[in-house]
């Protein structure tokens, strides 16, 4: 499995940015896909994640009504849109998968260390 992440950039406050994550090696829709993000010294954080079954997408509390997750599957890519960015988002941006999460709950440090297969990451970074 190999997940390429890209999209990454340095904004302002309350700008967008789009991150995609191009998948292969993996039946891409029947593996869930989650995007994680983690800051220097700190924590893993889940932030967002595609169920396989549905294909519904789920997200951390932290970036409810912010972010949207969405894929394409003619691409085998997913996208992650972050719109109004704040300065507590500035992290590297992981995306991950494995066939066994569970796409739902808190999302924290625990679930996101279940995931097998992981992207490079990509850095986004937002000055307030």
């Keep these: 499995v190999q997940l390429v992440e890209s999209g990454g950039g340095s904004v302002q406050a309350g700008e967008s940015l789009r991150l995609s994550c191009t998948a292969s090696g ?16 700190k924590a ?12 519904q997408a789920v997200y951390a509390d932290s970036v409810k009504g912010r972010f ?13 849109q972050m719109d109004d960015l704040k300065h507590d988002d500035t992290d ?4 991950a998968a494995d066939d066994l999460v569970y796409c739902g709950g808190e999302m924290k440090t625990d679930w996101a260390t279940q995931f097998e297969a ?11």
Excluded: N
């Design 118 to 128: 992981w992207g490079q990451g990509t850095q986004v970074s937002v000055s307030s």
């Design 26 to 41: 993996l039946t891409f829709g029947g593996f869930p896909i989650g995007w994680v993000r983690q800051a220097p010294g």
């Design 68 to 80: 949207t997750m969405h894929s394409d599957r003619t691409k085998s890519t997913v996208y992650l």
């Design 92 to 95: 590297t941006y992981y995306c």
């Design 44 to 55: 893993l954080e889940g932030v967002s994640c595609i169920s396989s079954s549905d294909g």
